[in-house]
């Protein structure tokens, strides 16, 4: 079994924003990306990314202290 990271996102732990880099096999169009509080709800959805973007930052300065779930939807 051949193991390719296919996504970075970094940094973590995070204060101010967070970067999400697709690999180069990859991009972000027609990527999905939710981030959810620990207790399910929803804080932050998007998606519509241009054709070949490879990486985006996503602003958390209006996110409270805490852990969060990030998953991309391809």
Request: charged residues 20%.
């Amino acid at each position: 079994n051949v193991e390719v990271e296919l996504y970075a996102i970094f940094p973590n732990p995070a204060d101010n924003f967070i970067q999400v880099k697709a690999s180069d096999q990859r991009s972000l169009y027609r990527c999905e990306i939710e981030i959810c509080d620990i207790a399910g709800r929803s804080v932050y959805h998007g998606s519509g990314f241009e054709n070949s973007i490879q990486e985006i930052l996503i602003d958390l300065s209006g996110f409270q202290s805490g852990n969060y779930i990030l998953s991309i939807i391809y």
